[in-house]
């Protein structure tokens, strides 16, 4: 809850997010995707923003470019993901499966959060069967 408004993340079948919504269910922002790889974000609003995502060769948002095929976004991460994006548009898409926080400054990751400061996880892997591996 940013600012006392709730936002909700809607996830496919695959585990990509492909959408955001308010608390009232009204569509913030959507994402389209092909074979896994993030190729637009449509912003809701009068008028619908579109941004055309660039990825690597590991599907990692790179760049975005608008209508005009302006560069609006970019983010040259580094190793770890600490450097910040840069650019006029937001896109939230960080590595494959991340969600950057801007609560936090945290990635979220589906069922935990990346730390991009230290390069590391901060919460535990849920799916770990043994505490001590």
Known sequence: MA???TTHYVYGPGGALIGE??????????YVYANGEPLAQID???PETILYLHTDHLLTARYATNAGGSTVWSWDSGAFGKEAPTGSATVNL?????????ETGLHYNWHRYYDPATG????????VVN???
Request: aromatic content about 14%.
């Open 3 to 5: 600012g006392g408004n």
């Open 94 to 102: 960080r590595f494959p499966g991340q969600y950057f926080d801007s």
């Open 131 to 133: 505490p001590h591996i």
């Open 21 to 30: 919504y308010n608390g009232s269910g009204n569509l913030i922002r959507e």
């Open 120 to 127: 590391r996880y901060i919460t535990r892997d849920p799916l």
């Open 44 to 46: 809701a609003g009068s």
